[in-house]
Nanobody, 124 residues
Framework: QVQLVESGGGLVQAGGSLRLSCAAS????????MAWYRQAPGKQRELVAS???????NYIDSVKGRFTISRNNAKNTVFLQMNSLKPEDTAVYSC??????????????????WGQGTQVTVSS
């Protein structure tokens, strides 16, 4: 299978920046989709930013112009650069990756993996 490990969360003042990283490992054949989600206390999880295999990016309106999703294909890592952070950005951020992995020499299977989540807290 494919494992995702996130890093980069923490506490920052409003207006500050953080950079989240999510590294995928395992017998990866290809990754077609990578995304960042977040869930604030008492709220539903929401898709913050996504990056397809065609390099097409999508963002929720509340982070457009402030957040940037990018990917290092050689290292199977996705990043989320978060600038001009606001208290309402406070949440647990989780990465998601979808693609295919090799479980034998002749067998490729689809995967849909999640990271463990990293806390981002923005103080006012």
């Amino acid at each position: 299978q494919v494992q995702l490990v996130e890093s980069g969360g923490g506490l920052v003042q409003a207006g500050g920046s953080l950079r989240l990283s999510c590294a995928a490992s395992g017998s990866i054949f290809s990754i077609n989709f990578m995304a960042w989600y977040r869930q604030a206390p008492g709220k539903q999880r929401e898709l913050v930013a996504s990056l397809g295999s065609d390099a097409n990016t999508n963002y929720i309106d509340s982070v457009k112009g402030r957040f940037t999703i990018s990917r290092n294909n050689a290292k199977n890592t996705v990043f989320l650069q978060m600038n001009s952070l606001k208290p309402e950005d406070t949440a647990v951020y989780s990465c998601n990756a979808q693609g295919y992995y090799s479980n034998s020499a002749y067998n490729v299977r689809a995967f849909n993996s999640w990271g463990q989540g990293t806390q981002v807290t923005v103080s006012s």
